[in-house]
């Protein structure tokens, strides 16, 4: 059973940027079978799909957020990081960490979710 | 982007009722669709991957069918515990994009 744990700042403020960490328990970050993802939803909003990374490399960002985002993979601590530069009030939302299931092309294992504010 | 859009956007039921919520691609999708459940304050939870195939320990009382731009997620014979946001996702492209959502309320 794969585990998915987020943790980083609950509040920033405009133009900052924002930092996450997927802790990952039950699956190794060097599998083939999962891209590691990440998802917001913002306040009674759909999820809103934000990218994910392989563990060769491969990084697939939203266009939305392409300019301003990056992911990583940290295999020697069994996480992967999201950061989004230049924050506004619009980023605010909780993040999801998820597994994106390469053979079944699905999210199946997420974590509980973080909610981020942008506020001044 | 491949645009969602689900129908309705919410639905009043009550136990023991039979709903079904449909969900149409701007494009096509195959059936590269994905259908999730999400509570208040929780994560959206898998049911149905690629329009028709039920997850393990997902009760039998949901389907999900379709191909192309059309699906829909049926629940026969409502239970108290299925009173949720219902989501569709597709994975044929990228981004990957969601609906907007159908909220199941009594």
């Known amino acids: 059973q794969v585990q998915l744990q987020e943790s980083g700042p609950g509040l920033l403020k405009p133009s900052a940027t924002l930092s996450l960490t997927c802790a990952v328990s039950?699956?190794?970050?060097?599998?083939?079978?999962?891209?590691w993802s990440w998802i917001r939803q913002a306040p009674g909003k759909e999820p809103e799909w934000i990218g994910h990374?392989?563990?060769?490399?491969?990084?697939s960002i939203n266009p939305s957020l392409k300019t301003r985002s990056t992911i990583s993979l940290d295999t020697s601590k069994d996480q992967f990081s999201l950061n989004i530069n230049s924050v506004n009030a619009a980023d605010t939302a909780v993040y999801f960490c998820?597994?994106?299931?390469?053979?079944?092309?699905?999210?199946?294992?997420w974590g509980p979710g973080t909610l981020v504010t942008v506020s001044s | 982007d491949t645009q969602m859009t689900q129908s309705p956007s919410s639905l009043s039921a009550t136990v023991g009722e039979s709903v079904t919520i449909t969900c149409r691609a701007s494009?096509?999708?195959?059936?590269?669709l994905n259908w999730y459940q999400q509570k208040p304050g929780k994560a959206p939870k898998l049911l149905i991957s690629?329009?028709?195939n039920l997850q393990s320990g997902v009760p039998s009382r949901f389907s999900g069918r379709g191909s192309g731009t059309d699906f829909t997620l049926s629940i026969s014979s409502l239970q108290p515990e299925d009173f949720a946001t219902y989501y569709c996702?597709?994975?044929?492209?990228?981004?990957?994009?969601f609906g907007q959502g159908t909220r199941v309320e009594v």
């Open positions: 998820a597994s994106y299931n390469t053979a079944g092309s699905f999210f199946d294992y």
């Open positions: 039950g699956a190794s970050l060097t599998s083939s079978h999962y891209y």
């Open positions: 990374m392989f563990h060769s490399g491969f990084t």
């Open positions: 494009q096509s999708v195959s059936n590269y």
């Open positions: 690629v329009a028709s």
């Open positions: 996702q597709q994975s044929y492209s990228t981004p990957r994009t």
